[in-house]
């Protein structure tokens, strides 16, 4: 059964920090490119970070970049999210994905449940 389970979210106060865990299970996670997005309500889902398989590649969106840092363990099966000098415009609820392009046309894609991100004093 695949599972990606997001957890750390929280409350914080605006220059805060919080750390976000991924722990993936039933699917080769070393196979599969890893990328947080994040949804707030009435606005479109924003990809946030993006890590390849062996985390030689990694990208940002210009509105966390210099402040999160995405990083993996493939030994643990787990992608990561340090948040740090949150804003409360980051508030959102925070997905972790899982893809691959299996072939052509045909992509292998896994999502977590969410976990809520609150930035406010």
């Known amino acids: 059964q695949v599972q990606l389970v997001e957890s750390g979210g929280g409350l914080v106060q605006p220059g805060g920090s919080l750390r976000l865990s991924c722990a993936a299970s039933?699917?080769?996670?070393?196979?599969?490119?890893m990328r947080w997005y994040r949804r707030t309500p009435g606005k479109d889902r924003e990809l946030v970070a993006y890590?390849?398989?062996?985390?030689?590649?990694?990208n940002y969106s210009d509105s966390v970049k210099g402040r999160f840092t995405i990083s993996r363990d493939n030994a643990k099966n787990t992608v990561h999210l340090q948040m740090d000098s949150l804003k409360p415009e980051d508030t959102a609820v925070y997905y972790c994905?899982?893809?691959?392009?299996?072939?052509?046309?045909?992509?292998?894609?896994?999502w977590g449940q969410g976990t809520q991100v609150i930035v406010s004093s």
């Open positions: 890590i390849a398989t062996t985390g030689d590649t990694i």
């Open positions: 039933g699917f080769t996670f070393s196979n599969y490119d």
């Open positions: 994905n899982a893809d691959r392009l299996v072939e052509p046309g045909i992509r292998s894609n896994y």
